[in-house]
């Protein structure tokens, strides 16, 4: 047995990943359940490291060193279970299965517990950013218990992308935390391509600004607070004219955002544990609604909008206004997203440290930001912190935009815009910081219709009033 680590399933992640390891001097066993694929890659990128191929998956396990590693890289799902079930078969006690796909991370507690049954240990981990990424440094988020990570991490430490020197991975929590958080990640990216979005839109009806000159408005948003990746981006593709039409490729992409699941998974998780990540569900539900055929069809041109023309008189302080907002229902969306991972953690007893989570989020991945810089700081100065949103600099940061924010929603909203994301997620800091909500009157409800029982702010104990009665209170015991 010659290779450090193996990896099975060589389509574009996987083999981008192979290439990857071997590029950081590390002999890598390559296998694929149809023997082409790792043909392909032997012929096409062989000479660039040290790749030990095999045919069977006996062959493949037989080539690592032990105790093993070997990185499963195939269709998440049922394809996963079975290159497990193969894997597990050939391996030894004390051998690692890395499963680096899309897992959805009740999976992957499930397949940790039958394999640790058997001595193995298994290691769901999520990594982000794509194939580019696979091959020069992806951000990786291993779960798995402490002492797979003692032998795993180095590896993938190595191959992970660096920012300042520092890699992005680190040991997330045990079993499914790693790919838990590798979802967040995904929904908050989710709420970040939305808000991103809202703010083209409001740029382009607000000001009527075309697609070129709002890639530059993006462009210069860039070397700010709201430097990151998916800004990056957004200029690129604003400023890029359909080759068929010579019109502003934007205008030219059908307006129906598709998913793959990892946003509606993290709402529903969301759901389960009882968090409002109110950022991420309109995020979602957005791109529901852009598919939403039918019911665009009935509405379009039937809804009357009773609005005017939106003129804008100071073009300058309006892009202002909205880069304001965006910054501000930005750190919203991250700030519930990682009001979600603090709930896991404590729900599977995970003991997930968040200030490290943005910290390897700052390269590699689709949600690489300047601004993580300040929640690893804001984690750092308070490990507990209740709410991102109340630590000092954010509270400065989102207060500064305050006022921006409340105009640029109330003109959406008189202009007949639709910002879901950034209305909600104005809604949500307004409600999270009230004094008093609304509440009272919905649990008063509840006990009207159905006994459900209410708390007093002014006496301890559980109360119901008699509705149906004298309207008496009773305490109940
Ligand atoms: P695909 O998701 O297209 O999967 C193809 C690979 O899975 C092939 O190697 C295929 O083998 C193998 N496979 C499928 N079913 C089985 C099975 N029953 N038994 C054995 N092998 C099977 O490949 P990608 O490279 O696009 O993605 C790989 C993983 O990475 C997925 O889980 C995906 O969700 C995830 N991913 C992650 C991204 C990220 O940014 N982190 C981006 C894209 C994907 P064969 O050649 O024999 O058909």
Redesign the pocket.
């Given at each position: 047995a010659t290779a450090d680590v193996g990896v099975?399933?060589?389509?574009?992640?996987?083999?981008?990943l192979a290439r990857n390891l071997a590029r950081h001097d590390h002999t890598v066993a390559v296998h694929?359940?149809?023997y082409?694929?790792t043909e392909k890659l032997m012929s096409e990128y062989g000479d660039e490291g040290e790749f030990v191929p095999s045919e069977s998956v006996a062959d493949f396990v037989a080539s690592l060193k032990k105790p093993r590693v070997a990185i499963i890289?195939?269709?998440?799902?049922?394809?996963?279970?079975?290159?497990i079930e193969?894997l597990a078969a050939e391996m030894e006690p004390g051998d690692i299965i890395v499963?680096?796909?899309?897992?959805h991370f009740p999976d992957t507690i499930r397949r940790e517990k039958a394999l640790r049954e058997k001595d193995l240990h298994f290691v769901g981990t999520?990594?982000?950013?794509?194939?580019e990424?696979?091959l020069n440094g992806?951000s990786i988020m291993p779960g798995g218990t402490a002492e797979s990570y003692e032998r795993l991490g180095p590896i993938l430490e190595d191959i992970s992308a660096k920012v300042d020197g520092v890699p992005c991975c680190t040991h997330v929590g045990t079993d499914g935390a790693g790919h838990f958080v590798?979802m967040v990640h995904n929904g908050i990216e989710y709420a970040d391509m939305q808000l991103i979005a809202e703010a083209y839109d409001l740029l382009r009806k607000g000001l009527g600004a075309s697609a070129a000159e709002i890639a530059e408005i993006f462009s210069n948003w860039n070397t700010g607070d709201l430097e990151s990746y998916l800004i990056e981006i957004t200029a690129e593709v604003l400023a890029h004219v359909d080759e068929r039409t010579g019109t502003a490729f934007v205008d030219v992409v059908l307006d129906q955002a598709e998913q793959?699941g990892t946003g509606r998974w993290t709402v529903q998780n969301g759901l389960d544990l009882g968090v409002p990540i109110t950022g991420i569900a309109e995020a979602t539900f957005a791109r529901s609604l852009s598919g939403s055929v039918p019911q665009r069809e009935a509405a379009h041109g039937t809804l009357p909008a009773h609005t005017a023309e939106w003129s804008v008189q100071d073009r300058e302080s309006f892009v202002e206004d909205v880069r304001k907002a965006l910054y501000a229902s930005k750190v919203v969306a991250y700030s519930q997203g990682f009001d979600q991972i603090a709930a896991a953690s404590a729900e599977h007893g995970w003991d997930i440290d968040r200030g490290a989570m943005a910290r390897i989020w700052r390269g590699g991945?689709?949600i690489r930001a300047r601004f993580l810089d300040r929640i690893t700081e804001a984690y750092e100065r308070t490990p507990g912190l209740p709410l991102l949103l109340a630590d000092p600099y954010f509270t400065d940061a989102v207060g500064n935009g305050l006022e921006s924010w409340r105009r640029v929603v109330a003109g959406a909203a008189q202009n007949g815009v639709p910002t879901p994301a950034f209305s909600s997620s104005l809604a949500y800091y307004d409600a999270v910081r009230a004094e008093r909500l609304p509440a009272a009157l919905v649990q008063a409800q509840r006990d009207y219709f159905g006994a459900h029982t209410y708390h007093r702010v002014d006496a301890e104990g559980t109360f119901h009033t008699l509705w149906s009665q004298d309207r008496s209170e009773e305490k109940q015991d």
């Open positions: 099975t399933g060589l389509a574009v992640m996987g083999a981008n694929n359940r149809t082409a694929r890289m195939v269709k998440a799902g049922a394809g996963t279970d079975a290159v193969e499963d680096a796909g899309n897992a999520g990594v982000s950013g794509g194939e990424g696979a992806p590798k793959k991945c689709i």
